[in-house]
């Protein structure tokens, strides 16, 4: 149980907040590259901020205040320009440093006034990384954007997965510190959702809700590794032995299937919603001819089904709907931790000495400044199965994969 002011340190991301200065020191994925190619402009709310993300004439991409500082019109509805966005109400025209560089009318009248350098808006640096589009908006210089070996590795195909969850970033992040909620939430309430339908319980559900006997913790470079020992397995297996990690602050990092690992992150919106991203790599056989991927393509994993209700016939959605049912912000003052519960104080006293770090003002942990140790960033993980044939991959991908317009394209590449 925690006091409310400690609730509101854990899970305020505004600008000046403990939490909102920790999260403000690392890159978060706010995009799609591809989205940019359909639409050059695109809203933005992160950590409290209204912003506008777009891409000009020439391929940069800006991410500056979503309202322009003539009249404050709404500026993703503005025109990208060879270098810069103008706005479609009066034409003045911004850079991706926030830099007003014309005025129109203003120009025409005083043609020697230097109005518009006087000018700026609120700008943040963005990069792309493997179809993914980043923002950065922490003090200078900015760190390096983490090269995960999800975004790296090669012989591979990716794609991503978005969906808007209106709660708090620490619900969903809490649920990756917490191992037991696997045998109930995707074991247990899977099967009963599933004699519902009349549907088979496939074998993977069957060995979920098998009982958890034992858990555990460890810490590493990049955040911890949780543990469980289930009922017919030992300290020998994967699931103990090797681990199944979280990456600090907001990323967990999981084995979706036979031949694919994901990130699932959870990017702070604001207080009370969420960017949920899925990032998957599939990894094929070395024997496998795997052609460049020209374009990582990007879907949207709906939150409710075609009735209004939660989407919870995908196990994805049945973790978000323990998130989002919890209330926008849950209210940790009245809740009653067990044993269970280890990780979720574990991630919370990490949090704590990370904003501590930062009021320090040091890097928290995962912030790189050092490229050599950035080319490619491994780590293991728990092996549950790879057995890269057409079949099970047809199988597995019936979860929040088979939202991907292109999921056909990447089983077809499996031998079998």
Request: hydrophobic share 35%; glycine share 6%; aromatic share 10%.
């Amino acid at each position: 149980m925690l006091t409310q002011q400690e609730n509101e340190r854990l899970t305020q991301v505004g600008p000046g907040t403990p939490m909102g200065e920790l999260m403000r020191r690392y890159w978060h994925p706010i995009a799609a590259a591809a989205e940019m190619d359909e639409r050059p402009t695109k809203p933005v709310r992160l950590l409290g901020e209204d912003l506008v993300l777009y891409k000009d004439k020439s391929g940069t991409l800006g991410l500056i205040d979503r309202f322009c500082p003539h009249r404050r019109v709404d500026l993703s509805y503005g025109i990208p320009e060879e270098h810069g966005l103008r706005c479609m109400y009066h034409g003045w025209m911004m850079d991706e440093s926030g830099q007003c560089i014309e005025q129109p009318f203003e120009e025409t009248v005083h043609p020697d006034g230097r109005f518009k350098e006087k000018v700026k808006v609120t700008a943040y640096p963005v990069e792309e990384l493997s179809g993914l589009l980043f923002a950065y908006m922490g003090p200078l210089p900015a760190p390096l954007v983490p090269r995960w070996d999800l975004f790296v590795t090669d012989h591979a195909w990716r794609d991503i997965g978005f969906t808007m969850l209106p709660c708090n970033w620490l619900q969903c992040q809490e649920n990756s510190a917490d191992p037991v909620h696997a045998e109930w939430l995707h074991g247990v309430y899977g099967w009963y959702l599933a004699q519902k339908t009349g549907e088979e319980v496939p074998t993977w559900r069957q060995a979920m809700m098998r009982p958890h006997r034992r858990i555990g913790f460890t810490e590493f470079a990049n955040g911890v590794f949780k543990r469980r020992i289930v009922e017919g397995s030992t300290e020998e297996d994967d699931i103990w032995k090797v681990g199944h990690p979280w990456v600090f602050p907001n990323i967990l990092r999981s084995t979706t299937g036979t031949t694919s690992t994901e990130f699932q992150i959870r990017v702070p919106v604001d207080d009370e919603n969420t960017l949920h991203v899925v990032y998957t790599r599939y990894q094929f056989p070395p024997d496998v001819e795997v052609p460049p991927q020209e374009k990582v393509p990007y879907y949207e994993i709906p939150l409710y089904d075609a009735n209004g209700g939660l989407n919870v016939a995908v196990p994805l959605v049945q973790d978000f709907m323990a998130w989002v049912t919890q209330t926008p912000i849950a209210d940790r003052t009245r809740e009653k931790l067990g044993e269970s519960d280890t990780g979720v104080i574990m991630l919370r006293r990490m949090l704590n000495e990370a904003m501590a770090t930062v009021a320090d003002g040091g890097d928290p942990m995962n912030v790189f400044r050092d490229p050599a140790t950035n080319q490619c960033i491994e780590m293991t993980q728990e092996k549950l199965y790879y057995t890269p044939d057409r079949n099970q991959a047809r199988a597995i991908y019936h979860s929040h994969q088979a939202y991907n317009p292109n999921i056909d394209e990447i089983i077809a590449m499996f031998p079998g």
